[in-house]
């Protein structure tokens, strides 16, 4: 039986929640060719340093993104996207990433 449940995962992912719907600009990015092991599918993928309207700076990955989207300056907002395969519990990570806007 799996130590894992419901209320665990909730608890996990709610320190995503004040992260959510916020917007940033790209001040760095680099475009990720050999990825690490598990994530050949999604290359090549872009991870940004994105500075949000408070100051402060994460760095993630961009998804839903065309070349045009490459740029410092660039707008974009924190989303909510899976972050890996299921794993050995059967449980399927989520997490944060940007979009462009």
Do not use: C
């Not at 408070?54 to 070349?67: H, M, P």
Request: proline letters at 7%; aromatic letters at 10%.
């Amino acid at each position: 039986m799996s130590n894992i449940t419901p209320v665990k995962i909730w608890r996990h992912q709610k320190k995503y929640a004040p992260f959510l719907g916020k917007e940033g600009k790209i001040i760095s990015w680099t475009l990720i060719k050999a990825p690490p092991v598990g994530y050949e599918e999604e290359a090549p993928y872009p991870v940004v340093l994105v500075e949000l309207q408070d100051k402060k700076r994460i760095i993630g990955q961009l998804v839903d993104w065309t070349k045009k989207d490459l740029k410092t300056g660039k707008k974009v907002k924190i989303v909510y996207r899976r972050v890996g395969k299921v794993d050995l519990e059967g449980v399927i990570h989520y997490g944060i990433k940007f979009r462009p806007v």
